[in-house]
């Protein structure tokens, strides 16, 4: 098994299981995650017993790099997994830190028209281990601390719940990766009833939804899964969520020429939002050669910026950090695929 598919917690499960002390756990992961000591041979607290035990029946499974491309605030990281899929994370160097964005399935069954990665079907979830080998990764490639983690990657978050659940256990620990429950944000297309049970977890994890229509009318052109959860079911489930953990919530709107870039549904989403413990990201579009869609203009943005700033909305332009890589997430896997 692979040792980074254990949180904390199933690692000293796992060693009490077999006949070892719940605070061998600890020394592990203090091995691992502090130290950065990946031979089990060289844990010199370790008793031989437990070495032999460990290099017996755990690995330290990692990605292996197989392309970068660079710009000068933002990486992107082709990654092979153990069977040969390939995935994508996103560096990102922000005045306040590193940013990682990683991905949380091979491919995505979400099916958004715009979106490269669900042009690519779903393959599988990742594993715990793939998630936190990620980061793993991409820190010592570049021997960095990571600051700050969005899985907004190729894949759909809560479509791989349970294993995120575990990713956030892994980030959030002081003893492993560390990084505060305020610097995590999870992104979902909006997943109704997993918006729900995230709410329930009361992680303090940021929330953010991929809405990018003000309405069901676009939402239902551009974004399958708004056939199964309307916008009207989406609002109920974040003012659940913003009612359990007082938190606020990010609404991601990536703006489209002449589909949902226009002054009236700049309105409607300032109507639709008003009053609500939310903010709104505008993003201006990657373009790809696989899909046959637009980024709005300069000018249609900052309009449609103006209009909800009139309305009392907080709301930013997302800063682009890599125009240069190959444009939108899933695309660098594309071409490495030949699809």
């Known amino acids: 098994m692979n040792i980074y598919d254990f949180t904390l917690t199933e690692l000293e499960e796992y060693l009490v299981k077999n006949g070892f002390k719940k605070y061998n756990a ?29 290099n017996e029946n755990l690995v330290f499974e990692n990605l292996e790099v197989i392309e970068v491309e660079k710009s000068t605030l933002a990486n992107k990281y082709l990654l092979k997994l153990k069977d040969n899929n390939k995935i994508e994370c996103v560096l990102m160097n922000h005045d306040y830190g590193y940013s990682l964005c990683v991905s949380s399935q091979v491919g995505c069954n979400m099916g958004c028209s715009f979106c490269e990665s669900g042009r690519l079907k779903k393959v599988r979830d990742l594993t715990l281990g793939e998630l936190v080998g990620q980061v793993l990764c991409v820190s010592k490639y570049e021997n960095i601390r990571i600051d700050s983690i969005v899985v907004m990657g190729i894949g ?12 956030i256990s892994v980030v959030t620990n002081n003893k492993m990766i560390n990084i505060g429950q305020r610097h995590l944000t999870i992104s979902t297309c909006g997943l109704v009833p997993k918006i729900y049970e995230f709410a329930d977890l009361e992680t303090g994890v940021n929330l953010a939804i991929s809405l990018h229509a003000p309405n069901n009318e676009i939402r239902d052109k551009i974004m399958k899964v708004n056939h199964a959860y309307k916008i009207e ?23 489209l020429e002449g589909i949902n870039d226009s002054d009236e549904c700049a309105r409607e989403l300032a109507k639709l939002i008003k009053g609500k413990l939310m903010y709104v990201n505008l993003i201006p579009y990657n373009e790809t050669s696989n899909i046959d869609m ?6 249609k943005i900052k309009s449609f910026y103006d209009i909800l700033k009139s309305n009392n909305i907080n709301v930013t332009i997302r800063k682009e950090m890599g125009g240069n890589l190959s444009a939108a997430c899933g695309q660098l896997r594309a071409n490495a695929e030949r699809l």
């Open 294 to 299: 637009k980024r709005s203009n300069l000018f």
């Open 233 to 255: 079911k989406v609002m109920e489930a974040l003012d659940y969520y913003i009612s359990k953990t007082n938190r606020r919530v990010t609404i991601e709107y990536i703006m």
């Open 156 to 167: 759909e978050p809560f479509d791989n719940f349970n294993n995120i659940k575990r990713f």
């Open 26 to 54: 600890t020394q592990i992961i203090e091995w691992i995650y502090e130290k950065k000591v990946y031979d089990f041979n060289k844990m010199t607290n370790l008793s031989k017993k437990l070495i032999s035990f460990l």
